[in-house]
């Protein structure tokens, strides 16, 4: 099994710009989490999907992130428009029951 | 919300010593993992913990989920360089929907002086 499959590795995009973020589970997964990483705030859940369908999204920071998971291999976590306090590591995960294997994670520059 | 304390935020050891951290809760969980996570990349599991009182062994590592359910530890036993990085603790309260979110605590930095 490849994992969970995250692109891109690196985003450096501009103040204003759209960033969309990727995930591919691991095959048979039912759940989908995002995280997002600093050193302030450590790990914070944004938002999780269950068989596709979005469960919690009292994560996500604000209007401008959304994320959709159109079917059970893949889902995208867009902000639109960014802003430099964006700026984080960005993590998948995906699990069925007990525990969860994340992704290598997308580290955001917003300059 | 829910918050796990972790602690030592760090720590600084020479190769050879033993390791201890722990996480507590002010909720009751009724599953512990702890994670640990290499520098640029995701948390890897190393040990997970479904039973209050449960006592688990991987290599090295010990972990043990607390006779409350609200707390955790993880031991590691005669460190090696490869031991360094961050390790986290989780609690997960229920697999049914809408409690099977992770809450990780705020994470151990650990240095290894060879």
């Known amino acids: 099994d490849a994992g969970v499959i995250q692109s891109p590795r690196h985003e450096v995009t501009e103040m204003g710009q759209e960033v969309t973020l990727r995930c591919k589970p691991i095959s048979g997964h039912d759940y989908l989490f995002w995280y997002r990483q600093t050193m302030m705030r450590g790990l914070e859940l944004l938002i999780y999907?269950?068989?596709?369908?979005?469960?919690?999204d009292s994560g996500m920071p604000e209007d401008r992130f959304s994320a959709k998971m159109p079917n059970a291999s893949f889902s995208t976590l867009k902000i639109q428009p960014s802003e430099p306090r964006d700026s984080a590591v960005y993590f998948c995960?995906?699990?069925?029951?007990?525990?969860?294997?994340f992704g290598s994670g997308t580290r955001l520059t917003v300059v | 919300g829910q918050q796990l304390n972790q602690s030592p935020q760090s720590m600084f050891i020479q190769e050879g010593e033993d390791v201890s951290m722990n996480c507590t809760s002010s909720s009751i969980f009724n599953t512990w993992l702890w994670y640990k996570q290499d520098p640029g990349e995701g948390p890897v599991l190393l040990i997970a913990l479904y039973k209050a009182g449960e006592l688990t062994s991987n290599g090295r590592l010990t972990a043990q989920f607390g006779i409350t359910r609200k707390d955790s530890f993880l031991n590691i036993s005669a460190s090696i360089p490869s031991d360094v990085g961050i390790y986290f603790c989780?609690?997960?309260?229920?697999?049914?929907?809408?409690?099977?979110?992770?809450?990780f605590g705020q994470g151990t930095r650990l240095t290894i002086n060879p």
């Open positions: 989780a609690g997960q309260q229920s697999i049914i929907q809408g409690a099977q979110k992770l809450v």
């Open positions: 999907f269950n068989n596709n369908v979005p469960i919690d």
């Open positions: 995960a995906s699990s069925r029951l007990y525990g969860y294997t």
